[in-house]
């Protein structure tokens, strides 16, 4: 990547308890890998990502919980419920051959059916089956048309992904 602006990996949920402890949502393959990574970022949508420590972290449950530093009382923690989780794109490994981190697909213009630019992905989201692009109108479309949700997945839906040239190709309608 050419920026080093942190990717969106995880989003911070509820708060846990009555000593500043947030649950948290993991996009990464394995969910207790994104406690792996140093500097986390955080930010709510529209605002700019702040750096934050990890300052303990513990399974819960059927997900995991997080301890901030600085953040020591529930209402503290309420403030932060909702902000995105950053990792800066250098601290991670290289991907495989065969694997592409969802944060790389951000910036791509998305291509589909008859070669017709639908717009560029703006955020990748993955809460279900499959991740989700969130594709939006760009210079490309004239800043015109809807906002898509395409899912990513490799064959039926992307036949075709270069990101040297930052272009994924997909099956799909401009009235999809």
Request: charged share 25%; net charge negative; aromatic share 10%.
């Amino acid at each position: 990547m050419a920026d080093d602006l942190p990717r969106s990996m995880g989003r911070l949920g509820a708060t846990f308890g009555i000593k500043g402890y947030l649950k948290v949502q993991s996009y990464t393959e394995q969910p207790e890998n994104l406690f792996d990574y140093s500097p986390w970022f955080i930010r709510r949508r529209g605002e700019d990502w702040r750096e934050v420590q990890v300052e303990t972290w513990k399974p819960h449950a059927d997900g995991y919980i997080v301890k901030l530093h600085g953040v020591d009382v529930r209402e503290e923690a309420a403030l932060l419920t909702g902000s995105e989780i950053g990792i800066k794109r250098s601290s991670l490994p290289p991907a495989s051959e065969d694997e592409v981190y969802l944060c790389d697909l951000e910036g791509c213009t998305v291509i589909g059916l008859n070669d017709v630019v639908l717009g560029v992905v703006s955020r990748v989201v993955d809460q279900g089956a499959a991740p989700l692009m969130e594709v939006s109108p760009s210079d490309y479309t004239k800043g015109k048309g809807p906002k898509r949700l395409i899912p990513f997945v490799k064959g039926p839906i992307v036949t075709a992904l270069d990101l040297g040239a930052r272009k994924i190709w997909v099956e799909w309608g401009e009235d999809y």
